[in-house]
């Protein structure tokens, strides 16, 4: 029997707000332990959660984004677990009137179809610290740091709409891609500012029954879930094929071993006690608002990538590459405002810039050639100072040392030799260095050209125009 | 003579501004009763005598200059043990808090602080504001001053107690379902729950956090306007404070109350109720009535489900509001460490006291799966209901008269063996920490055996001014809250 997987995922992100969810302390990535953090954040006896305004607009263009309905008052609840990285023993969720509830977001196959994906809900909560486990004195202790306490975390719950590995990842990219086109993440998973949680179950394909889900955590780039859908794909289906039954659980990842586990708390066991967090009263999203914020949407990635083929003329592929990241597509727009030359500056990017990308959390902006750098380049070619060749050799120079390719090109000399008396002086030394091919190409045979173009592109180094050069063999041995 | 630690904090203020009275005379007045009474009462946690005595001088050398904060500057405060106050122990009477010192102020000391009052102490309390009798203090219980084997009522029996003993002249309690009205009814003191959200509660530990409100506890009505008037105000820091002006109350002391209609609920005069206490409530009603007031017969049916839907909505935000005690950060922390497991429950155990745990267990109950529905959103509603009985009744009157309290003090040890006995003690304050609405309790006198009555005055919301006005012009018409207890101290 064949058996398809249902997927769905829990995507969790940290949102860019400057200051942390429901107090004013400083959310930011790294810091001494315990560097960032207030009495509320600590959850002092007597301190009150504020609701950072910062952080439900993020939110709510988040949700409008994936065309979210909004309610006109959302509210939070208590969610109470203990475990010593939540100072208050519980988290500050949103459990029965989140922020937004039924919305899709479209994935885009590479063959060129779409297929919308359900989004159950998205909800803000506040984020925990971490533990950090140490042997001191031979001794095992634990250490709490709360920097991350309290930071906002935007958790949007997928319907389970996947079906296969291919659509887990393309959902992944997009749903990545489209935070960083909000500006309301960085999305960087290693620093765990973006996380996915996965669902899975199996069922026999053909039927529509959902089989028995199961949930992985602690999964920490998209790789890794990749292999962690893989690992449960396989096992699942054993145990269906086996005739067994398959567990309701949570299961943790892990990395090294590349397997999952069953983690060790018991789900029936586990009761929240969700109430109306009375310390926050009801918040009211005003229509005009929330109708403000639709309209201040940045232009996102279907219409850039339409715009790209419209406007641009580029083929649907390379569109939809350079569209898919925000700030590709931001470089590429600014290279063509500096130039245009879009084919040109796409071909570049796709072929060479998006290459030295290492993995996903690795961003364009961070390589030292720049917009204007690669912009420049593109002239230089077009004016014809330089030709592809030195082209490249000029782009690896601006990768290696961040300088213009206009002062790489002066400081190497390498501006393509197009003065007619330099070329002809290199073309008599190649006719009197080689007299017989000169006489072959003179009596009619065009192989011999090819031979004598090199000699001439090598005694100038590269830097003639194989065209001029063509010119003058022709004049000197062909009239 | 009149000894400073006797004064009202308005006669006090015309004291220190005509300059016939320094802050230090007045602190260390107030200091030295203190000393002297504290061995027989026991109202304070904390005595902050260095601090007091050092923003007293403070207070005196910028009143020097012409330049005091406000027309109160330099008159002492006591705070309920549950406001935080930068550098002094903030204990809350549990064992849990007992080294816990606060790195903040709440914003009502912040506030008082800015207008120059000293505190002067801590006050002793049920731990975690939970109880009405102060007896469920981790560090001894406090004496009534009129009856010293008697409860001085609670939770915030140690302010009300100070306030009686004249160990402070003005203090800040706090009230979830009577813990500032029913000691002040106990210790023959005024009271005033304010409307919920007019006090910001940042800095004051949370009990239950939809009935929590902090109002001051004073020697008379005029001086509990004027405290109302400094700690009011809407705050950035507490998202349920509200963003309403902040009338002048001690001006609204017109004492006029021709045509007031004040309103009588049966249901807060049941045929169980202490015949003096019913007696003393019908003549302060009375004598309005004879100055010009009209009375007017009230049915609030929905009372008798005031304790039943009160302590379901409060321990279960109480359950949730002490989970943060487990000595990770701040506070005691368990002797067994072994595992976090035993850290938490050592600590828990340890920490807190049989109330407080009485209730962690109710309210975790309450809000467990199955029975969240069932209890808590079925309260919540109730609660409406309770919101819009009170709506009709003030369409109708412009206050509600009625009892503080169904009985007079009663012994120490007498309730603490049957909790829901003591619990009945809120019956008729429960009902406005439900509704959100202001309650004054106001001395009414006493009983042959010389046992305080406490008369309430419920507002509606945001009626302050009204209650106040009308508390008032029953002090005119009566001395019972000049009378003092017959309080022997050695001296």
């Known amino acids: 029997m064949n058996y398809e997987p249902v997927i769905g995922f829990e995507t969790h992100v940290e949102l860019a707000s400057r200051s942390k969810v429901f107090s004013s302390t400083r959310a930011e990535f790294g810091g001494q332990p315990n560097e960032y953090v207030n009495p509320v954040c600590l959850g002092l006896p007597g301190t009150l959660p504020v609701l950072n305004r910062v952080s439900m607009e993020m939110s709510l263009k988040a949700a409008l984004a994936m065309q979210c309905e909004i309610p006109e008052v959302t509210l939070f609840d208590r969610k109470h677990y203990y475990y010593p990285d939540l100072p208050k023993n519980y988290q500050i969720s949103q459990e029965y009137q989140p922020l937004a509830r039924h919305g899709r977001l479209n994935i885009v196959m590479p063959d060129g179809t779409e297929k919308t994906i359900g989004i159950h809900n998205i909800h803000l909560e506040e984020d925990a610290g971490k533990l950090i486990h140490e042997k001191r004195g031979g001794k095992w202790i634990s250490l709490v740091d709360l920097n991350r306490a309290g930071t906002s975390l935007l958790e949007i719950v997928s319907e389970p709409d996947l079906r296969s590995r291919e659509e887990a990842e393309i959902f992944m990219q997009t749903m990545r891609g489209l935070l960083r086109y909000l500006g309301v993440s960085d999305c960087k998973m290693q620093e765990g500012s973006l996380r996915f949680e996965l669902n899975i179950s199996m069922r026999p394909a053909g039927t529509t029954e959902y089989g028995t889900k199961v949930e992985v955590k602690n999964v920490g780039s998209i790789k890794a879930v990749l292999r962690a859908l893989d690992y ?38 586990k009761d929240y006690r969700y109430f109306p967090e009375p310390d926050l009263p009801p918040v009211r999203l005003e229509r005009d608002y929330i109708d403000r914020l639709r309209a ?23 569109a939809g590459v350079l569209a898919a990241d925000k700030h590709v597509a931001d470089y590429f727009d600014e290279c063509c405002q500096a130039h245009n030359a879009p084919k040109a500056f796409s071909n570049w990017i796709m072929t060479y810039l998006l290459a030295e990308l290492k993995d996903e959390d690795s961003d364009i902006n961070d390589l030292p050639v720049k917009p204007a750098h690669l912009a420049e380049l593109v002239k230089l070619i077009d004016d014809k100072t330089i030709n592809q060749n030195l082209a490249k050799k000029v782009f690896k120079e601006m990768m290696e040392s961040g300088k213009t390719p206009g002062a790489i090109v002066k400081e190497q000399g390498l501006e393509v030799v197009s003065d007619a008396g330099a070329i002809e002086k290199f073309v008599d030394e190649v006719i009197a260095e080689n007299p017989g091919p000169a006489e072959e190409y003179a009596g009619g045979k065009d192989k011999a050209l090819n031979f004598l173009l090199g000699q001439v592109m090598r005694k100038s180094r590269g830097q003639a125009d194989p065209g001029a050069v063509q010119e003058i063999l022709n004049r000197k041995l062909r009239s | 003579m009149v000894e400073p630690y006797q004064l009202t904090a308005w006669e006090a203020a015309d004291l220190l501004a005509r300059k016939e009275l320094s802050s230090r005379e007045l602190t260390e007045s107030v200091l030295q009763r203190i000393e002297r009474t504290e061995p027989v009462i026991h109202a304070y946690q904390t005595v902050l005598r260095d601090s007091a005595l050092a923003a007293a001088d403070a207070i005196d050398e910028s009143r020097a200059h012409g330049e005091a904060p406000s027309r109160y500057a330099g008159v002492p405060l006591a705070l309920k043990d549950n406001m935080c106050m930068q550098g002094s122990p903030t204990t809350c009477s549990s064992r849990m808090l007992e080294s816990f010192v606060p790195p903040y102020d709440a914003t009502v000391v912040q506030k008082c602080m800015a207008a120059g009052l000293i505190p002067v102490g801590k006050t002793n309390m049920d731990e975690f504001a939970m109880g009405s009798s102060t007896e469920n203090s981790a560090f001894g219980r406090t004496m009534n001053p009129w009856d010293l084997d008697r409860v001085p009522g609670g939770s915030s029996g140690g302010s009300t107690a100070a306030v009686s003993a004249d160990e402070t002249i003005l203090s800040l309690g706090s009230d979830t379902g009577g813990s500032i009205r029913q000691p002040a009814a106990f210790c023959s003191v005024t009271g005033l729950k304010p409307t919920y959200g007019r006090v910001s509660r940042y800095g004051l530990v949370a009990f239950a956090s939809s009935l929590d409100q902090i109002g001051p506890i004073t020697k008379d009505v005029r001086d509990a306007a004027l405290l109302l008037q400094i700690i009011s105000g809407v705050d950035s820091m507490d998202s349920t404070s509200v963003n309403a002006p902040v009338p002048d109350y001690p001006a609204a002391l017109t004492g006029e109350i021709k045509g007031l209609r004040i309103g009588v609920p049966k249901e807060y005069f049941p045929a169980g109720l202490n015949a003096e206490i019913r007696g003393s409530v019908e003549k302060a009603v009375q004598l309005l009535k004879e100055q010009g007031a009209e009375v007017v017969e009230l049915s609030l049916p929905k009372t008798d489900y005031a304790i039943a839907t009160y302590y379901l909505i409060c321990t279960a935000e109480a359950s949730s509001n002490l989970a943060r005690y487990e000595g990770v950060v701040y506070g005691r922390r368990g002797a067994s460490q072994d595992n976090i497991l035993e850290m938490y429950m050592s600590t828990r155990s340890e920490g807190f006291g049989p109330e407080v745990k009485r209730r962690i267990m109710l309210g975790t109950y309450v809000l467990s799966a199955g029975f969240f529905e069932a209890y808590y959103r079925r309260a919540q509603k109730v609660r409406t209901l309770f919101r819009q009985e009170f709506e009709q009744a003030f369409k109708q009157v412009d206050v509600i008269m009625c009892p503080a309290t169904p009985s007079p003090p ?42 305080p009555i406490g008369v309430q005055f419920i507002g509606p919301v945001f009626g302050e001014e009204k209650i106040l006005n009308a508390g008032y012009a029953y002090q005119q018409l009566t001395d019972h809250h000049r009378q003092k207890p017959p309080l022997v101290v050695p001296s």
């Not at chain 1, 232009?299 to 592929?317: I, N, S």
């Not at chain 2, 063996?417 to 406005?432: G, R």
């Open chain 2, 410 to 451: 009663f012994k120490a040890g007498e309730k603490t063996d049957d909790p829901l006995e003591m619990y009945l003690s809120d019956v008729f304050t429960a009902p406005l920490n439900m509704a959100g609405l202001p309650g004054l309790v106001v001395p009414g006198g006493f009983s042959a055996s010389g046992l």
């Open chain 1, 296 to 318: 201040e949407l940045p232009e996102l990635r279907d219409a850039k990538r339409k715009r790209y083929v419209e406007q641009y003329g580029l083929p649907e592929y390379d």
């Open chain 1, 232 to 269: 449960e794909m396989e096992r699942q289906t054993e145990i269906l094929e086996e005739g067994g039954r398959v567990i309701q659980e949570t299961r943790l990842w892990d990395d090294d071993k590349g397997e999952t586990r069953p983690m060790r708390v018991k789900e029936g066991a």
